[in-house]
């Protein structure tokens, strides 16, 4: 069974653009959470989406948001765009159960200057 | 405010040391609470406790959850340099359906 990817690995933008980071959960996973990891702040939960509707938001602004479509691929966008940022954002998949395990895929560095 | 606190931070030993990494947490409305690994990028896996006193092994690696002093150890025994890596305690909180981090331990094996 392929594992969760996220596309892009890697990306670099400067300050005040807006950014679209994609997910694929594993095959038969409903559920996609998003994390932000820096150093300083570890990892951070953004929200998570669970068949098309968000059940659950972090202590993010408004400028992050998401989606996810009827496939279960989920779509991160963060707009204008500031140097704090940059980070390691990481998407996990589960069934969506409360016993259920996260699963994460490889992330995406996102650079902002 | 939820909060897992992991210790040590960091952590340096040679190999065939063992070593046991903690993890305390307040955290309203516990479901579970999940060990993983993180070497490069993405956070793998180890184990997910939801019981008390319930020892969970993985070859050289075993886990264990007391629910009534809220905490967790992860033990790694005849560690190898390819357990260098950062352990992330996580704890899962019902009702919001996300993961509560603690900042990682970084465990550093020396040949």
């Known amino acids: 069974k392929a594992g969760v990817t996220q596309t892009p690995r890697y990306l670099i933008k400067t300050r005040g653009q807006q950014v679209t980071l994609s997910c694929s959960p594993i095959s038969g996973h409903r559920s996609v959470s998003w994390y932000q990891q820096t150093p300083g702040q570890g990892l951070q939960f953004l929200f998570e989406?669970?068949?098309?509707?968000?059940?659950n938001k972090g202590n993010f602004p408004g400028r992050f948001s998401g989606r996810q479509f009827s496939n279960s691929r989920s779509e991160m966008n963060v707009s204008t765009l500031e140097l704090g940022d940059s980070a390691l954002y990481l998407c996990?998949?589960?069934?969506?159960?409360?016993?259920?395990?996260?699963?994460f895929g490889p992330g995406t560095r996102l650079t902002v200057l | 405010e939820d909060k897992v606190v992991q210790s040590p931070l960091s952590l340096v030993v040679h190999e065939g040391d063992t070593v046991t990494l903690n993890c305390s947490y307040e955290v309203t409305n516990f479901r579970s609470l999940l060990w993983y690994k993180q070497e490069k990028k993405a956070p793998t896996f180890l184990f997910m406790l939801t019981s008390s006193g319930i020892e969970k092994k993985s070859g050289r690696l075993s886990s264990i959850l007391d629910k009534k002093e809220l905490f967790s150890i992860l033990n790694i025994t005849a560690t190898q340099t390819g357990d260098s890596a950062i352990y992330l305690c996580?704890?899962?909180?019902?009702?919001?359906?996300?993961?509560?981090f603690g900042k990682g331990t970084k465990l550093t094996v020396n040949p």
């Open positions: 996990a998949s589960s069934l969506g159960t409360e016993t259920d395990t996260q699963y």
């Open positions: 996580a704890v899962f909180k019902g009702g919001s359906e996300k993961l509560v």
């Open positions: 989406y669970f068949s098309e509707t968000q059940r």
